[in-house]
C-alpha cells in the first residue's frame, strides 16, 4: 500500500451480491469521498448505484487482478467464503488495501472449535461445550448429558450446521448427518451447553484492539410468524433494542468484544474488518452464541442506514491499519422484512417478476435492499414493468429475494410504514413474516 493519505475520490470493490452488500453499496454512495463503486457479482438492485462485475466472490486471483488493473482504491468484502478462502491475503500480499480479516482471523466464524476454544483461554462466558470427531464418543456425550443440547458442524455450513437437538433421536441424527454422511465435508462437531434467553447481534468495526461498536440489532430466524417453521438465513431486523440496556451493551463491549479482539492479537491472528458477536443475555448474564467475521444478513440492512458518519472513513481506516474515528449513530428505529421465496429454505421457484418498488419506495423513509434479484429482457410481449429504464424487468433470484425497510423514529412507526411498503410489493411467488420486531414491540 503505497500511500495512506484517503483520496478524494476513491474508487471502491464491494466483494457479494445479497441485501447486505446493497447496504454497504448504499451506505458508501452517501460518502463525498467515493467516486464510483463495484460490486461483484453484485444484483439488480445493486446495478442501480455500482456497476456489476461478472466475477463470483470466491475468485479471489481473478478480483485482485481486477482491483489491480482498474486502480480500485478500496475492496471491502462482504461474505464469509471469500474471508475464508483467503482473499485479505491475497489482495494483502499484493498491496491491495481491503477491509475484512486475513483468512487465520477468519477462523473466528469458520472454525466452531477455534472460536470456543479462543473463549475458554480468555475467559468469555460462553456456554459450555466439548468437541468430537468420533461419532459414538458423541454420541455416549449427549447421552449423559441433558436436553436440549446443542450440536454444531466445526465449519462453514451456510447457517445450516446448528442443530438443537429436544431429543436422543434427533441429536443422533444430526450426529449421523454431521459425523458418519459427512454432509458438510468431514469435520468435527461441537457439542453446546442449551441457554435461553433473547438473542442480540453487536457488530464492531475492528482493528486489532481498536473496537467500535455499532447499534445493537436482532436477527429472526424462524421462517414464519412467531418464531415458528425451519430455521433460514434471517427473515427481518430491527434496531434499537429495548430490552437490552446500555449497561448490557458496556458489558458485551468490554467483557466479550474487547477481550476477544485483543486475544486475536495475541494469538497472533489480528482481527481487521467487523466482528458480529451473535450474543444472547441469559439470566445467568450475556453469553456468547456464535461469532461471525463480518457484517451479519440482515442486520447490516437496518444498522447502516443509522450510521451518519462517513463508512468510507471508517473502512479506510481499518483497512490502513490507522484508528477507527468515533461514528455517529442516529438514535431513531429501522424496521426491515425480508421477502422471500415462497418454499424458501427449501425448494423454490426463480425468474418470477417483480413489481411495484417505485410504488413501496414513495415513501421517503422507506429504503429496499435486493437479497437475491437479477434483471430479465422479456420477449414476449406481455406487459411488464421496466426495472432499470433500459427494458429489462425486475425478477427473483434467490430464496431471500428483498429487504423492505423503513426508518421512523420509533419502532411501532417504522414497523407500520415498512409493512405498508412491502404490501405494495407485487410479485405472486413472495412471503414474508408480519411480526418483525415483536420482542420489543410486545413488551
Ligand atoms: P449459530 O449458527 O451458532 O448462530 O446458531 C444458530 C442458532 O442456534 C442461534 O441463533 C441460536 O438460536 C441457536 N443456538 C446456537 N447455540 C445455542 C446454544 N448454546 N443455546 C441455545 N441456542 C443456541
Ligand atoms: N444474521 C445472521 C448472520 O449474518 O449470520
Known sequence: MSTTTIPRRAKVLVIGGGGREHAIVDALSRSPRVEKIFCAPGNAGISLQAECVHLEDTQVDELADFAESRGIDLTVVGPEVSLAAGIAD?????????????????????????????????????????TFSDYQEALEYVKSGSFPTVLKYDGLAAGK???VAENLEQADNALRDMLLDDRFGHGRVVVEEFLSGPEFSLLCFVNGTDVQPMVLAQDHKRAYDGDEGPNTGGMGAYTPLPFITGEDKTYALEHIMKPVAAAMVAEGTPFRGVLYGGLMKTADGIKVIEFNCRFGDPETEVVLPCL???????????????PIPDAEWSDGAAIGFVLASKGYPGKYAKGVEIKGLANALSDPSVKVYHMG??????????????????GHSLVTAGGRVLMVLAQAPTLAEAHAKALAAVEKVDCDNLFHRTDIGHWALNE
Open 90 to 130: 491475497e489482495f494483502t500480499s499484493r498491496g491491495l488495501r481491503i477491509f475484512g480479516p486475513s483468512r487465520a482471523a477468519a477462523r473466528i466464524e469458520s472454525s466452531k472449535d477455534f472460536a470456543k476454544a479462543l473463549m475458554a483461554k480468555y475467559d468469555v462466558p460462553t456456554a459450555a461445550y466439548r
Open 308 to 322: 451518519k458518519s462517513d463508512i468510507f472513513e471508517i473502512f479506510w481506516a481499518v483497512a490502513s491499519d490507522l
Open 161 to 163: 450446521g446448528v442443530v
Open 373 to 390: 434479484t437479477s434483471l430479465k429482457k422479456f420477449q414476449d410481449g406481455d406487459l411488464h414493468e421496466d426495472f432499470d429504464g433500459r
